[in-house]
């Protein structure tokens, strides 16, 4: 099957946050537009914790790999920076995982902005 097809599929069936893009399950949405959905972390690590996330499924930046992929990318940069400015969050962090291994549990891609506490490096 084409990956294309795959990923429509997966968008279909069993992405919680396809279902939070298409408003079939429920979330704290903080920024939308026709690229990107932004809504609150349910399990937040930080006073700011926000998920930005392409409204198109991509399963990690390993699907990183065309015009529309990278357009999609780059907008949910631009939206946090957006949000980061609307909220004056002054420094922040936006960490991505990429691989059970680097912390993703949940594969469609998604930026965590993090904000309101110092932050230490390098991450656990
Ligand atoms: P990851 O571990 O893949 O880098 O990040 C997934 C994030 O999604 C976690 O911080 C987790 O708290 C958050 N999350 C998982 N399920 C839901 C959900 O149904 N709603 C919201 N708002 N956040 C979720
Ligand atoms: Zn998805």
């Known amino acids: 099957m084409a990956r294309g097809a795959n990923s429509f599929l997966m968008q279909m069936t069993d992405c919680i946050f396809c279902k939070i893009v298409a408003g079939e399950i429920p979330a704290t949405i903080v920024y939308r ?3 990107v959905t932004a ?3 349910l399990n937040p690590k930080a006073p700011t914790h926000i998920l930005v996330i392409p409204n198109q499924h991509l399963a990690s930046v390993n699907e990183i790999v065309d ?3 990278a357009l999609a990318a780059g907008e949910c940069l631009r939206a946090a920076r957006e949000i980061a400015q609307q909220n004056n969050l002054g420094s922040y962090r936006i960490v991505t995982n990429t691989g059970a291994d680097a912390g993703q549990s949940v594969f469609h891609l998604h930026f965590h902005l993090l904000a309101g506490r110092r932050m230490a490096w390098p991450p656990g």
């Open 39 to 41: 809504f609150q972390d």
């Open 33 to 35: 537009n026709e690229h």
């Open 67 to 69: 015009d529309a992929s």
